[in-house]
């Protein structure tokens, strides 16, 4: 069966060589977009619900997006080394069925005054697991979709949908929940994910996995691959340091973030969403750069300062005081600022980790990335609460802002910021290589040109 790589269909037609000629993948791009804009919904509602209607304490609320985030923990590797072989297709839309209905249960549970913190932990949980198994697969079925050409184009299209959910999903979110309801913010989400299944399932084209031996190697045998291939490689196990440093760190400043704007800067549900909501402008407008500047700049320059301007932002929040207009405009401006540069570090991450990462090992690097880099973002969480009841709100804050530095600091101090214009080759990982080798090489070649030297 032919690859995605190879441009031809499982019909023998070539794929169309513009990524919005081909129906497959707007389709994917479509059930994606509406995913996110279900998942971004989500990740406000229940907390804003938690914090505006049970009151829950730092701690509890610590707690609450702590067990939202444990699946990244618990199940990324497994996940990654089951999303290899099978088809892409299969697991989004059944996970995405699976949120829809978790969501509407909790839609029903609210109406009758059933959604007590036990069931929102339950739910947070649910929706998150589903979510892991969701991400790993639709960043593997790009790659079994597209030419490898395509990969920078293809994620900034499939990065571009999310910053259009990260405008309307917490924006939605907050404003259902403060106006009407909780039960009405759940039930938002599960037709956005109901949206994704029908688009998702309409997807054509036979993907390529890799074929299984008569006896295929165990899940622990497909995980340690996993694992060896991205630790024996020195531009994702960059990535992975840089990505934990970053998620601990934000997850922690997150839990502090959500409790400094209602109760610190006295700001109601809907203009929090909208607050939260601003990145997504700025993630539109990162996606378009991400397209561009690094054919341009150069990848690892484009990584490192976009990193340092973005998470740099959010050291400006603990000074804002009051719900005055220029406090609700700074925090616009944090937000815009924060989605253009992390935006801009998504999308080329992605590419260099699609570029490096054969086509059967996809889903496994992707959730290996996963596992360490979100791993610790319940621990994080729980971190933010514990230092919002022990230190305040303000003092956690600069604390936890000044955490997110590290992220850019690690890729500054590493052969990554030396990416040059081009990406790097892809591995040999039939069951024949050895050991993956370090991309030193590949590095030295696509640094030859300095990064900032402009053409």
């Keep these: 069966m032919p690859s995605a790589s190879s441009a031809v269909s499982d019909s023998g037609r070539p794929v169309p060589s513009s990524l919005w000629r081909d ?28 914090i505006l209607t049970l009151h829950a304490s730092a701690g509890q609320l610590g707690v609450l997006r702590a067990v939202g985030q444990a699946p990244i923990l618990l199940l990324s590797l497994f996940v990654g080394a089951w999303v290899d072989g099978w088809r892409t297709r299969t697991t989004m839309v059944l996970t995405d069925v699976g949120r829809a209905l978790a969501l509407g249960a909790a839609a029903v549970a609210g109406l009758f005054g059933w959604l007590g913190l036990p069931a929102l932990l339950a739910l947070a949980f649910a929706v998150g697991a589903l979510s892991v198994f969701f991400d790993v697969a639709y960043q593997a079925s790009l790659v079994r979709l597209v030419k490898r050409d395509q990969l920078v184009r293809g994620n900034s299209a499939l990065e571009g949908s999310r910053s259009a959910a990260q405008i309307g999903g917490p924006a939605l979110g907050g404003a259902l929940v403060s106006l009407l309801s909780a039960p009405i913010a759940a039930a938002s989400s599960a037709l956005f994910f109901a949206l994704s299944f029908l688009s998702i399932r309409r997807i054509r084209r036979i993907e390529s996995i890799p074929e299984r031996s008569e006896r295929p190697p165990r899940v622990w045998q497909r995980i340690h691959e996993g694992l060896r291939f991205v630790v024996g490689d020195t531009a994702l196990r960059t990535v992975c340091l840089a990505s934990a440093a970053f998620q601990f760190s934000f997850a922690a400043m997150m839990t502090v973030y959500l409790l400094f704007l209602p109760r610190e800067l006295h700001l109601s549900g809907t203009v929090v969403g909208l607050a939260l909501a601003a990145a997504g402008p700025g993630a539109l407008l990162g996606s378009l750069l991400a397209a561009r500047l690094p054919n341009r700049f150069g990848y690892g320059a484009v990584l490192v300062s976009a990193a340092a301007l973005g998470d740099g932002v959010f050291l400006c929040a603990p000074a804002l005081h009051g719900s005055s207009a220029v406090t609700v405009a700074a925090l616009l401006a944090v937000s815009f600022v924060f989605g253009t540069g992390g935006q801009l570090v998504n999308v080329t991450v992605m590419a260099v980790r699609q570029a490096v990462t054969p086509d059967g090992m996809q889903g496994r690097a992707a959730a290996t990335i996963t596992f360490v880099g979100m791993g610790l973002t319940p621990l994080g969480s729980l971190l933010g609460g514990f230092l919002a009841e022990e230190w305040g709100l303000r003092t956690s804050l600069l604390v936890t802002a000044a955490g997110m530095m590290l992220s850019p600091a690690v890729m500054a101090l590493s052969p990554l910021a030396r990416l040059g214009r081009e990406l790097p080759a892809s591995q040999d990982t039939s069951p024949t290589a050895s050991r993956p080798e370090v991309h030193e090489s590949v590095l030295r070649k696509t640094s030859s040109r300095p990064p900032g030297d402009v053409e």
């Design 23 to 50: 129906a497959d993948f707007r389709r994917l791009w479509m059930g994606q977009t509406a995913s996110q804009l279900g998942e971004h919904a989500s990740l406000v509602v229940l907390p804003l619900f938690a």
